[in-house]
């Protein structure tokens, strides 16, 4: 009787995938997106995923870490509230530290204003084997420089350089970039957490509240608050201008953080999945050798105590 092959990893969780994947193809509008979708999930199904995908992303960093031959950027951007350090915390708990690094890219310093506006990336980007995260990227160079221009003067660029067509070529040196990283065996994925302007209101007052979450809270964070708009149509911008088949953006609804990190986990799965990732194979002659050294071993252990377990 012949069995049905089972269904992969990415077929299973597509649901969760190609709804909120943009790969630059056909038209872009941040508000055609909803920030409160969750699917056909409540909260105890999102988490019975949640971890089964930590179990698979578990599996899978050994793997990339022991073949030593893909590495994985993994991009988090979103307005202040918006889950990402909360979303890091859960979907990667339980990787092995060794193979995983997170970055959390603040204002650049002087020495990083005296470099071009990719470099501090570049320096901090994953070896093969490794994931890669960024928790805020070099996309800030097209998002926080364009709502507050003075930022971008800080930069030392050429003033000739500095032209009404200065966004534009940034998105091309970025695409570049990323495609140069995924000809290279980077595998780019980029998550926009798109949370509404009401949710991040609820955020804020739950930081306010609780004296464990307060340190959190910024009065920067309600000034950026104010130029909301703005921040809107830039992202907007951004996911249109940067959006490619070999690095998407992927606009996770973000209102409920448990759906959200459902999304990202089964992105991450799929992508890792996809790689046909396995353990490199020992020689021929290597096996013989562990041959003899176990046969050494166990004439060592008769007589003597084993080891505990």
């Known amino acids: ?124 980007l994953p070896e093969r084997g490794r994931i890669g995260i960024f928790n805020r990227s070099h996309y800030e160079e097209c998002l926080v420089t364009r709502v507050h221009p003075e930022i971008l003067a800080k930069e030392k660029l050429p003033a000739k350089l500095v032209t009404k067509n200065i966004w534009k070529e940034r998105f091309e040196d970025i695409s570049a970039f990323e495609r140069y990283l995924c000809r290279n065996g980077t595998v780019v994925l980029k998550f926009f957490l798109n949370v509404s302007k009401e949710e991040q209101r609820e955020r804020f007052l739950d930081r306010l509240e609780e004296p464990a979450k307060q340190w959190k809270f910024s009065m920067d964070d309600i000034k950026e608050r104010a130029l909301w708009p703005r921040y809107q149509a830039v992202y907007q911008d951004i996911v249109r201008h940067t959006s490619t088949p070999h690095a998407p953006w992927y606009v996770v609804p973000a209102d409920h953080k448990w759906f959200a990190r459902v999304v990202i986990g089964s992105v991450i799965n799929a992508a890792l999945e996809r790689l046909d990732l396995k353990f490199p194979r020992v020689d021929k002659a290597s096996l013989q050798e562990f041959d003899e050294v176990r046969k050494e071993l166990e004439k060592e252990g008769k007589g003597g105590k084993k080891r505990a377990k």
Request: charged residues 30%; contains cysteine.
């Open 1 to 124: 009787m012949n069995k049905k092959p089972s269904r992969s990893i990415a077929q299973e969780l597509d649901r969760y995938i190609t709804p909120f994947r943009y790969d630059g193809s056909g038209k872009f509008r941040l508000k055609d997106h909803k920030t409160d979708e969750k699917g056909d999930l409540d909260k105890e199904k999102a988490q019975e995923i949640l971890e089964a995908n930590k179990t698979r992303l578990i599996a899978f960093q050994e793997t990339l870490y022991a073949q030593d031959r893909w590495s994985l950027l993994i991009v988090f951007q979103a307005m202040d509230a918006g889950g990402k350090d909360s979303a890091i915390k859960a979907i990667f708990d339980g990787i092995n530290p060794q193979g995983c690094e997170v970055h959390s890219f603040k204002a650049p310093s002087s020495k990083e204003l005296d470099h071009d506006f990719l470099w501090r990336h570049v320096v901090a």
